[in-house]
């Protein structure tokens, strides 16, 4: 139900305007004053404000600037009985929605406000939809022709029919798991509402916590204003907390709160806030370690655990492999305009026989970069990078070198040994983070973390 703020001194008018809305259908809240107004905006989720500009001993066009100063998304509709061209022009430019003069009929404020609150849905649509990152949605889809992905498919299928089961699903990286989450949202009858992911371990703690459950005005430096979070924001629809494991235990307990009451609580707020979300989890590490090493808390486990997933790594579904460069051979033929129709049975024994270490991930880009530089009418072993053939595998690290890090200690050799590799993706793309990322097979999000932490 929306929730629709009146400003104004004068109680007949409150009165009066409140009847006309509440029969609408909406909730409306009430203030006399620019001091009340600002607290409940500041308390309230409210979607819409008709402000009255001349309230008594206080300038409507300041009170204006203070409610967008606390929230400056918020809609705001002038009205006023001592209009000019100038006042209107000045709440405008303040960032007002609209101007309406007194006295006004009813059938015209029931117009108007709807049609702000019709404004308000569009603006809160785009930027879920920019969250989600809907339009980048290029994933693979679900194919394949093994016994092992048509059970996948089955049980997403099974999941998405339940409108609130908590799902985990785990895998290597480059499995799909995303692609797996979004499929589920995207059969199920939340699918008219958002779908927003979130990766855990590309923030640090206190940005996480904020992103998640959002924050109140002053709840620490930067908070300049209220924002809500991914939670929120994801009302009806689902949230996918991508990378699970790598969230801190703090926030963790935050999380199983969430799941137990199905509210949340923003940073720096007092009070609690009702939301209708599926939570979708995934992790390519084994959360019961992570519990043994107390890491990661058993009984959010097992609250995310409802319904779990598994994906094989592609090398255990060989089967698949076929099917899976038919598609990108298919797509990215037509994307760098390429003539390529098939491959030869011997550079497909290549692709079959190959260990797949970054799963379907590296068979994507594989394939890309092959229409990138070579052309058909067929695939052939030539066309194929050198790590796919046996001769190309990389040789062993020599006994010396293993010896010379030992000097350092495990944790130190294995910081310096991630830092030479982040460097090496990066100078190799020319310090293009993503295709970096990319070649480094991790999320652009977790290499911007690893580059933070290593001063690059």
């Given amino acids: 139900m929306e929730k629709i703020l009146i ?9 009066n305007v409140e009847r006309i809305l509440t029969e609408e259908g909406y909730q409306v809240l009430a203030a006399a004053g620019g001091s009340e107004a600002g607290r409940l905006v500041s308390e309230e989720d409210v979607d819409l404000v008709l402000l009255d500009l001349n309230l008594g001993t206080e300038d409507g066009l300041e009170v204006l600037k203070e409610l967008k100063r606390i929230d400056p998304e918020l809609l705001v509709i002038i009205v006023t009985g001592f209009g000019s061209v100038e006042s ?17 009929k009813a059938d015209a404020l029931r117009v108007i406000v709807k049609l702000a609150l019709q404004t308000q849905t569009l603006r809160r649509e785009v930027r879920n939809l920019r969250k989600g990152d809907l339009t980048e949605f290029e994933n693979v889809p679900l194919v394949g022709a093994g016994t092992g992905l048509k059970e996948i498919i089955r049980q997403v299928r099974e999941v998405a029919r339940s409108p609130v089961s908590t799902v985990l699903i785990t895998g290597e990286s480059g499995t799909g798991k995303e692609l797996v989450a979004r499929t589920i949202h995207h059969l199920s009858e939340r699918r008219e509402a958002p779908f927003i992911e979130i990766n855990c371990a590309s923030m640090p703690v206190n940005l996480l916590e904020s992103e998640l459950f959002g924050h109140e005005k002053g709840a620490f430096t930067d908070a300049g204003h209220r924002k809500p979070g991914l939670f929120e924001e994801a009302n009806k629809g689902t949230i996918f907390l991508d990378e699970i494991g790598e969230m801190d235990i703090s926030i963790q307990a935050k999380l199983l709160r969430v799941l137990e009451d199905r509210r949340i609580r923003r940073v720096g707020g007092t009070r609690n806030i009702e939301i209708d979300v599926r939570v979708i989890a995934a992790t390519n590490r084994n959360l019961r370690e992570k519990i043994r090493e107390g890491s990661f808390r058993e009984d959010l486990f097992y609250r995310l655990n409802v319904f779990p997933l598994h994906i094989p790594p592609l090398r255990e579904r060989r089967e698949d492999i076929p099917v899976l460069v038919k598609y990108y051979l298919d797509r990215y033929s037509r994307s760098f305009s390429r003539s390529f129709q098939e491959i030869s049975p011997e550079a497909l024994g290549l692709l079959e026989h190959y260990p797949w270490p970054g799963n379907i991930r590296e068979l994507k880009n594989i394939i890309e970069r092959t229409c990138i530089m070579h052309d058909g009418p067929t695939l052939l072993p030539g066309h194929l990078p050198r790590e796919i053939s046996p001769a190309g595998a990389p040789e062993r690290a020599a006994p010396a070198a293993v010896a010379a890090d030992l000097s350092l200690g495990l944790e130190a050799a294995t910081d310096r040994y991630e830092r030479q590799l982040i460097e090496a993706a990066l100078a190799t793309t020319g310090y293009n983070v993503l295709q970096a990322a990319q070649l480094l097979r991790i999320p652009r999000g977790t290499l911007r973390y690893k580059m933070a932490r290593h001063g690059l």
């Fill in 7 to 15: 400003i104004d001194d004068e109680a007949f008018i409150r009165e």
């Fill in 88 to 104: 209107a022009v000045d709440a405008l430019k303040l960032g007002a929605y609209h101007y309406m003069k007194k006295p006004f």
